[in-house]
């Protein structure tokens, strides 16, 4: 396949940013989408230029490090998957592609695709745990979980933290990410003790680091590689309003 | 072999733990604020051990190379964790999972560490659940369990096909909450560049900041290592493409003698190659060989789709091979097994090195429900890679590099040889011997990251309370960080024309074809030549473009390609050296008349403890003699 590439270079984080153009010739349908990058910086680099920074890591979908705007969707145009897990032979010949980094205040550019996403961390710290030092716990099976209950903590568990929520919302809000965490332990017996303090300390965080807040215009859902549901963000009102 | 002392303590296996944790060395709550520990890596091991030392009341400064310690490669192991709990009333027990774990290593492990992994494998599983880690449970509430490669009991938990996942963020949550209090710095985006060693005690180390590039002095009262294994020495593996060995190897040139190197997993389920650019292989888990029965066509070429094909032409060549343990033989078996019919000729597909997984039957029998609700994000997977729904047609795989069970060598304390340098987790040799069981992965690197590492460093800790804050103004840091800063400038200056990657990739190839899954002396010293001109012509050849001290990605994997070009000697050269077939490490040379692993008690019954001697001169090998004490050492079979 021949391809344009209109990609989002920027040095640094004060630097202002452009789009380039390069020309990709032999790209097979087989590749991945950052297969495809990694040829390309191979070109680059190959003629000395800098090439393309980007975050990846397990390229199969779970590590969360991945993720850019592509034709202006998180993680591109196919849905419920990672950049990472993007096949080339979801684009057209001779098609011009657009990328570009997460764009969202609390995300900060720091070269070209890459962004600052240390913000999440700062919301899991100030609550997305149980308190429990190890050799504490109680034996496994003497705490009895619901089949279902159990099933539904796990799918708000599966977030991987790539970030595509907050970029895919126009308030850059980060309420899908947040109530997935807060689902998660809403839903299960072992996280009903903290269950106040955690919801505050998270939600105080969010704002303080500065994402927006929620107008249920469902963006984050649409675009989350992990499917996790909007009714998460519900609940977390729910949370939110038990906590006071 | 005087200088490896493996600390086991006296009396019966079952009790050795017990007796240790009660007469080990411990530090006043008082003091242990004043000792500083740094943790490389942010995995179940790093994480854990983290987080409980921490809990301690220690003062802890944990490193990764990622944006976030929750996207370290624990993050993807897909099957599950495994633990003697006995809920299946299936007649587990301690003792099974430590014979399964020292039959499946084929005798190569050390047996006292094995027991001690099995016998906290039950605490793992209780402090999982307790961090709401929502592992897998069945109707009335209680967890759920299946089975895994080379055992005959239910014993492994598991959240869908993502538990790496899940236990990695219960993990990072503890990591968490250790941060806010104050207990653990975190410092993500850094790579350890080298260890700094000062009066033969490991007290700190040169990292560099991934993003301004910066090079940064840490000290510290002792290090731990937990930064996996060097599965991606073939480039192509299932480890995330950062993955790398440099942390351990730049301690193994600092004195830790590095264990068994040429014992690598590779894996027998992963999705084939699909394109020459292609950067990494995904694993498909070793749960789908529960329900997936792996064949190939009985007659060589028949194109036919595998639907198409009858039961009556079909192999079923684990089955038939295998009849006891079936679908279910342990990795490195499967593996081989799996080569030896598409090297005679029977794999399928274009390139004809891949086999079908089949669930047609198990969806016959459990309904496509079942299927899907135990593997459901699998057959997601699989079909966004490939575009093929495995729900209607086998899937196809092909074996990968996987997990490496060598490692640095560490005494029962999890000490490697230079004092106060700890290796838990994938990235020390212990546990698995020549070759690891599925789900033991998770299990061990938890073990030894929350409950083992954090009763054993107080030992040595101690002794250590009299020492006051490590400065790191001393020359020992001056001397290492000079060293550091050479070598990255080094790499810039070059200026080749090829890629650090298209070494690596080159590397990869050679490993893969003569230190893979089948090794012989020829292809082995072969491969010593072949190693050794590609890593002069990396150094004449490499491009770095830009400077070190900004963000520089392709610096980087310059960097991690160096050292694998030196791992990669010394795990040939394990491999020449071990003149038997074990586990994981088959030569050709030595193998029953029916292709099995032919094994020699008599002359390799030991770890093989490499010590660096300097740049380009020989390594030394030590031997840890393998002493089995409560087992008999037999033949492993799972016919």
């Not at chain 2, 019954?605 to 660096?612: I, L, P, Q």
Request: charged fraction near 25%; aromatic fraction near 10%.
């Amino acid at each position: 396949m021949k391809l344009t590439l209109k990609i989002w270079r920027q040095k640094n984080a004060d630097a202002k940013g452009n789009f380039e153009t390069y020309k990709m010739d032999n790209v097979s349908p087989k590749m991945a989408f950052l297969e495809m990058l990694d040829a390309l910086n191979k070109k680059l680099v190959e003629e000395d230029k800098d090439p393309v920074a980007f975050d990846h890591d397990c390229r199969e979908g779970i590590c969360g490090s991945c993720g850019m705007y592509i034709n202006g969707h998180p993680h591109g145009p196919v849905s419920a998957i990672t950049t990472c897990h993007l096949s080339m032979r979801y684009f057209k010949e001779g098609e011009t592609i657009w990328v570009e980094p997460w764009r969202a205040k609390p995300f900060p550019v720091i070269k070209d695709l890459i962004v600052d996403r240390t913000a999440f961390d700062k919301i899991q710290i100030a609550g997305g745990f149980i308190s429990v030092n190890t050799g504490a716990a109680p034996e496994a099976n003497s705490i009895l979980i619901q089949k279902k209950k159990s099933d539904d903590a796990f799918d708000s568990a599966i977030c991987i933290g790539c970030g595509a929520c907050v970029a895919a919302c126009k308030n850059a809000s980060a309420m899908l990410f947040v109530s997935a965490k807060i689902s998660q332990f809403a839903l299960l017996p072992q996280g009903h003790i903290e269950a106040k303090e955690r919801v505050r300390a998270m939600v105080i965080k969010m704002d303080e680091v500065g994402f927006g807040n929620c107008s249920n215009t469902g963006a984050c859902e649409a675009e989350c590689p992990k499917q996790i549901k909007l009714t998460n963000i519900a609940r977390l009102n729910r949370e939110y309003y038990k906590a006071y | 072999m005087g200088k490896l002392i493996s600390k086991i303590p006296d009396g019966p296996l079952a009790m050795k733990w017990t007796k240790y944790k009660a007469s080990v060395k411990l530090v006043n709550p008082a003091n242990k604020k004043k000792l500083e520990i740094i943790v490389i890596g942010t995995g179940l091991s790093g994480a854990g051990a983290s987080s409980a030392l921490g809990e301690l009341g220690y003062s802890v400064k944990t490193f990764c190379y990622q944006d976030s310690p929750r996207r370290a490669h624990s993050v993807a192991a897909q099957g599950g964790i495994n633990a003697a709990k006995n809920y299946q009333n299936d007649g587990d027990s301690t003792y099974r999972l430590f014979y399964d774990m020292i039959k499946g290593g084929d005798f190569r492990a050390r047996e006292a560490n094995v027991y001690r992994a099995a016998e906290v494998s039950n605490q793992v599983i209780d402090h999982y659940t307790a961090l709401g880690v929502p592992f897998a449970r069945d109707y009335g509430g209680t967890l759920d369990t299946r089975s895994f490669g080379g055992v005959q009991v239910s014993r492994t938990f598991y959240s869908s096909g993502q538990t790496g996942q899940q236990c990695l963020l219960g993990a990072y949550s503890s990591l968490n909450r250790q941060i806010k209090k104050g207990n653990v710095t975190m410092y993500p985006r850094r790579e350890m560049l080298d260890l700094v060693l000062i009066d033969g005690k490991a007290r700190g180390i040169i990292a560099r900041n991934l993003l301004t590039g910066e090079i940064e002095r840490h000290a510290a009262h002792a290090v731990v290592l937990a930064t996996g294994g060097y599965g991606t020495i073939y480039y192509m593996s299932t480890l995330a493409v950062n993955s790398n060995a440099s942390a351990a190897w730049k301690a193994h040139k600092k004195g830790a003698f590095f264990a068994n190197p040429s014992f690598v997993q590779i894996h027998p389920t992963c999705v084939p190659q699909l394109n020459e650019f292609q950067s990494k292989l995904t694993l498909m888990s070793e749960s789908l060989r529960n329900d997936g029965r792996v064949w190939v066509p009985k007659t060589k070429g028949d194109s036919r789709p595998a639907n198409d094909i009858p039961e009556e032409d079909r192999d079923y060549f684990l089955e038939r091979r295998y009849p006891a343990f079936g679908n279910l033989v342990p990795r490195d078996v499967a593996s081989r097994a799996t080569k030896e019919r598409c090297d005679a000729g029977f794999g399928i597909g274009e390139t004809g090195l891949a086999v079908n997984l089949d669930f047609r039957d198990s969806i016959k029998k459990q309904g496509k429900k079942a299927i899907e609700s135990k593997y459901g994000n699998l057959f997601d997977m699989y079909k966004t890679i490939t575009g093929i729904d495995s729900y209607e047609e086998p899937m196809r795989i092909y074996p990968a590099g996987h997990y490496t069970m060598g490692g640095l060598w560490v005494d029962y304390e999890l000490m490697t040889t230079i004092p106060g340098l700890y290796a838990i987790g994938e990235s020390n040799f212990s546990d698995h011997g020549a070759n690891r069981l599925g789900a033991s992965s998770l299990m061990q690197a938890s073990g030894d990251g929350y409950f083992i590492l954090p009763n054993t460093i107080n030992n040595y800790l101690a002794d250590e309370i009299r020492v006051p804050k490590i400065s790191t103004d001393k020359p020992e840091f001056e001397e290492t960080e000079k060293t550091v800063i050479e070598r990255l400038n080094k790499f810039i200056s070059i200026k080749g024309k090829q890629t650090a990657s298209s070494f690596h990739k080159r590397l990869g190839k050679i490993m893969w074809d003569y230190c893979g899954m089948v090794r012989n002396e020829e292809g082995l010293k072969k491969a010593l030549v072949l190693i050794k001109e590609l890593r002069d012509e990396f150094w004449r050849d490499l491009n770095v473009p830009g400077k070190f001290t900004e963000l520089n990605q392709e610096l980087e994997k310059a960097g991690r390609v160096a050292d694998y070009f030196e791992l990669a000697e010394l795990l040939v050269t394990d491999a020449l050296n071990r003149n038997e077939s074990c586990g994981a490490h088959f030569r050709e040379e030595y193998q029953t008349p029916d292709g099995e692993a032919l094994r020699n008690d008599e002359k390799f019954a030991f770890v093989a403890a490499w010590e660096y001697t300097g740049e380009d001169k020989p390594h030394i090998l030590h031997k840890e003699e393998l002493k089995f004490e409560e087992v008999e050492m037999k033949v492993r079979s799972y016919k």
